[in-house]
């Protein structure tokens, strides 16, 4: 049963507009949300967070968004760049696991000029 | 410079043969995990451990084994019975919620 859930397998956006990757958890304990970007043949790196006592967090280019009645989030990218060209995970914890992240199937990103 | 570890990068396995994947990390985490990761199926938890001598199995243990002899090390051994061990294999650590990953090794069945 997938608990973390990104149903877009792929998106592709112009740069300079706006990206946004979505996610959907099922889990009502979850209490923190990670993004994580990911190139080809490298580790996932952090990119931003939010717990569930916020409903938007920013940092840059990039913010998050929470809406817990509807168990969703979402990443928002702007203006978008080539470079953001990744794969993206969404991330859950919480519950009485507090230190097992459940990672989402990722989504595609391409940017094209 | 803190961070994780992993080699090889490439390695490739005879089909019956066990093969060990290493993992080692100097941030002074207490946990570390193995992550697997197919295409269109994200990261798929395979064993973790949240303290030295102790692991857990994860979604998809079948076919693996860990050992958390020391706090630095994880190393993840792929048996002759994981099925389909061809995939990209991923260590992770953490002092929190958020994790530090390494590099991954890709690992080839010929």
């Known amino acids: 049963d997938q608990q973390v859930k990104q149903n877009s397998p792929s998106l592709s956006v112009q740069e300079g507009r706006i990206s946004i990757l979505n996610c959907d958890y099922t889990?009502?304990?979850?209490?923190?949300f990670l993004w994580y970007k990911k190139y080809p043949a490298e580790g996932p790196t952090f990119l931003i967070s939010?717990?569930?006592?916020?409903d938007k967090n920013e940092d840059g280019r990039f913010t998050v968004f929470l809406n817990k009645s509807a168990k969703h989030l979402s990443l928002h990218i702007v203006p978008s760049q080539p470079g953001d060209s990744a794969v993206y995970f969404c991330?859950?914890?919480?519950?009485?696991?507090?230190?097992?992240?459940?990672f989402g199937t990722g989504t595609r990103l391409q940017v094209f000029p | 410079d803190g961070g994780i570890t992993q080699s090889p990068k490439y390695l490739f396995r005879k089909e019956g043969q066990n093969v060990t994947l290493s993992c080692e990390q100097n941030?002074?985490?207490?946990?570390m995990y193995w992550y697997r990761q197919d295409p269109g199926q994200g990261l798929r938890l395979i064993y973790y451990?949240?303290?030295?001598?102790?692991?857990q199995k994860g979604d998809i243990a079948e076919g693996y084994s860990v050992s958390r002899e020391k706090k630095e090390s994880f190393p993840l051994t792929v048996t002759s019975a994981q099925k389909n061990p061809t995939a990209f294999y991923l260590c992770?650590?953490?002092?929190?919620?958020?994790?530090?990953f390494g590099s991954g090794t890709r690992l080839t069945v010929v």
């Open positions: 991330a859950a914890s919480g519950g009485y696991n507090t230190d097992k992240l459940i």
């Open positions: 889990n009502s304990m979850f209490d923190y």
């Open positions: 992770a650590s953490t002092s929190g919620v958020g994790y530090t």
């Open positions: 939010i717990s569930s006592i916020k």
């Open positions: 451990s949240q303290i030295v001598n102790d692991f």
């Open positions: 941030l002074n985490h207490d946990a």
